[in-house]
């Protein structure tokens, strides 16, 4: 059975970090593409980071170039999320997906594609 468990999230003053974490088990880690999404109050749920199988390759969305910056480490089945210089309209639930793609180098990940999703963990920036 595949888990992905999200923690880290909290709340955060504007221009405050966070770092969440998803934790896999069950899947075969290293042969598939990691990412965040988040869904905002009121709003569709929208794609924030990806990674490709490796690490070597990453996508982000503009709203977050910059300011956010994701990892994994394949040898504990943990991808991370580095969350800097937080605004009020990062306020979300985070959801970890994970896409089973054992042939892909690359770091696309749309969330039609997506596997499996974690249960979300939420996070307030907010004064």
């Known amino acids: 059975q595949v888990q992905l468990v999200e923690s880290g999230g909290g709340l955060v003053q504007p221009g405050g970090s966070l770092r969440l974490s998803c934790a896999a088990s069950?899947?075969?880690?290293?042969?598939?593409?990691m990412g965040w999404f988040r869904q905002a109050p009121g709003k569709e749920r929208e794609f924030v980071v990806a990674i490709s199988r490796r690490g070597d390759s990453t996508n982000y969305a503009d709203s977050v170039k910059g300011r956010f910056t994701i990892s994994r480490d394949n040898a504990k089945n943990t991808v991370d999320l580095q969350m800097n210089t937080l605004e009020p309209e990062d306020t979300a639930v985070y959801y970890c997906a994970l896409d089973q793609r054992p042939n892909y180098s690359g770091s696309f990940l749309n969330q039609n594609r997506v596997d499996y999703w974690g249960k979300g963990t939420l996070v307030t920036v907010s004064s």
């Open positions: 069950g899947v075969t880690f290293s042969s598939a593409v």
